[in-house]
C-alpha cells in the first residue's frame, strides 16, 4: 500500500500503475486489455472531439474493516452508461463488460485504494466516447471504452460542513427534450460559465431550475437535489435530470428509516418550507444547504449553519454500508476477490 496523507489529497487527477480499455470495431466490443500509459492516440477527427460522442461513469470503492475492498452499485452505473449511449447514438457496452473492467481496473491498482477510516476512496472512471473519424455530423464506426482509478480523500476533510447554492434564471444545463438526463461531457461544457459564476460568489454550485419554464427546481451543478419536510424525503421529477444513484440509495434507505419519499415536481416557492436541504452524488454523498441564495429576486432561503439530523443520519447509513459496517440488505455491494 503507498503511503499517501489520505485526509489531505483532495479530489483531482493522480497517476495510477493501470488503465483497462476496450475497443469496438467492426460492429463488436473487442477484449478487456490491460494498459500502462496514461495517453490515447487518437484520430484527429475522432467523433468525441467535434461533435461531443462521450459519455462517463463515476464510482466508488472502500475498504472495509475486514480489508476488502467493495465496490459500490456498479450495475447500476453500467446501466446508465447503457442509456447514455443510447442517448447519443453510441454502441452500448454489456453490463458484465462494464463490471469486469471496473473490478479488473481495482485489482490492477489495489496499491492505492485507501485504508479502512481515512475516509477516503477509489474514485473510479469509465468513460466511453467516438474515436472513428467523420467529418460529417454522424455517429462515429469506432468507439472506445477505459476505466481509470485514482485515490481521492474525504469531500469533508474538515467533517461534513453545509455550503451555499445560487440560483441564476438566465442559465441552463440541460434542455427540456435535451441531453440533460445522460451522463455527457457536452451538459458539462454547457455548466461551466454558469459553475464558474457560483464559485466566483463563494457557492458551492449553481441550483438550476427547470429550463422550460423556470418554475422548478432540476439539479444542483453536478448533484440531485433533496428535501426533508413533515417526514417526508422530497426529490425532483424531471426529464432532465441525471438519474443519480446516491440519490436512488437515499431514497430506500430513507423509506428504511420510516420516511415517505415523495418525487416530483418541486415548485421553487416550495424553498420556503423545507426543514432540510442537500445535494447527493458519488463525490460528497450529501452535501448538506444552509443557504440559497436567490440572485434574480434577490432572496434568501436560510436552513441550518449545521446538517440536519435526517442529513446526518442519511450520510452515515449509506457511508456504514458502502464500507461493509453495516450489512448490505439491498444488494448493493460488490467485494473484489
Ligand atoms: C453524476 C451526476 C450526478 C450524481 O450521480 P451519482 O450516481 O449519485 O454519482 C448528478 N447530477 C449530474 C448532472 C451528474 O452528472
Known amino acids: 500500500m503507498e503511503n499517501l496523507d489520505w485526509k489531505n489529497i483532495g479530489?483531482?487527477?493522480?497517476?495510477t500503475d493501470f488503465n483497462v480499455r476496450c475497443y469496438y470495431k467492426d460492429g463488436a466490443w473487442g477484449e478487456l486489455e490491460v494498459n500502462d500509459s496514461e495517453y490515447l492516440n487518437l484520430h484527429m477527427a475522432a467523433t468525441c472531439l467535434h461533435y461531443?460522442?462521450?459519455?462517463?461513469?463515476?464510482?466508488?470503492?472502500?475498504?472495509?474493516?475486514?480489508?476488502?475492498v467493495r465496490i459500490f452499485r456498479m450495475e447500476d452505473n453500467a446501466r446508465r452508461m447503457q442509456s447514455s449511449c443510447d442517448g447519443i447514438l453510441m454502441p452500448q457496452l454489456p453490463v458484465e463488460k462494464f463490471t469486469e473492467a471496473v473490478k479488473l481496473a481495482v485489482k490492477k491498482n489495489l496499491n492505492v485504494v485507501p485504508p479502512y477510516g481515512s475516509g477516503a476512496s477509489l474514485y473510479i472512471?469509465?468513460?466511453?466516447?467516438?474515436?472513428?473519424?467523420?467529418?460529417?455530423?454522424?455517429?462515429a464506426s469506432e468507439y472506445m471504452f477505459i476505466v481509470f482509478v485514482m485515490p481521492v480523500g474525504p469531500y469533508f476533510p474538515?467533517?461534513?460542513?453545509p455550503t451555499d447554492l445560487v440560483i441564476m434564471r438566465?442559465?441552463?444545463?440541460?434542455?427540456?427534450?435535451?441531453?440533460?438526463?445522460?451522463?455527457?461531457?457536452?451538459?458539462?461544457?454547457?455548466?461551466l460559465v454558469a459553475g464558474k459564476k457560483a464559485k466566483a460568489g463563494h457557492y458551492s454550485a449553481v441550483l438550476y431550475?427547470?429550463?422550460?419554464?423556470?418554475?422548478?427546481?432540476?439539479?444542483?451543478?453536478?448533484?440531485?437535489?433533496?428535501?426533508?419536510?413533515?417526514?417526508?424525503?422530497?426529490t425532483p421529477q424531471s426529464d432532465s435530470i441525471l438519474p443519480s444513484i446516491t440519490n436512488m440509495s437515499l431514497m430506500q434507505l430513507a423509506e428504511d428509516l420510516g420516511l415517505k419519499v415523495d418525487r416530483r415536481r418541486v415548485p421553487v416557492e416550495e424553498l420556503e418550507t423545507f426543514e432540510e436541504v442537500g445535494a447527493c452524488g458519488t463525490a460528497a454523498v450529501?452535501?448538506?444547504?444552509?443557504?440559497?441564495?436567490?440572485?434574480?429576486l434577490d432572496k434568501e432561503y436560510l436552513y441550518g449553519t449545521e446538517p440536519g439530523p435526517w442529513s446526518t443520519k442519511l450520510y452515515e447509513k449509506l457511508r456504514a454500508i458502502q464500507c461493509g459496517d453495516e450489512p448490505d440488505v439491498h444488494g448493493w455491494v460488490t467485494l473484489v476477490e
Open 11 to 15: 479530489f483531482g487527477y493522480r497517476k
Open 286 to 296: 450529501i452535501s448538506p444547504i444552509k443557504r440559497i441564495h436567490d440572485d434574480d
Open 170 to 191: 438566465k442559465y441552463d444545463r440541460a434542455a427540456p427534450q435535451g441531453t440533460g438526463k445522460y451522463k455527457v461531457g457536452g451538459n458539462y461544457a454547457a455548466s
Open 52 to 68: 461531443g460522442q462521450e459519455a462517463f461513469e463515476g464510482l466508488k470503492a472502500f475498504t472495509g474493516k475486514d480489508g476488502k
Open 125 to 139: 472512471r469509465p468513460v466511453l466516447f467516438g474515436t472513428g473519424p467523420e467529418i460529417g455530423v454522424k455517429p
Open 158 to 161: 474538515e467533517g461534513f460542513k
Open 209 to 234: 431550475l427547470d429550463s422550460r419554464e423556470k418554475k422548478y427546481i432540476d439539479e444542483c451543478g453536478p448533484a440531485n437535489f433533496f428535501a426533508i419536510k413533515d417526514n417526508t424525503y422530497i
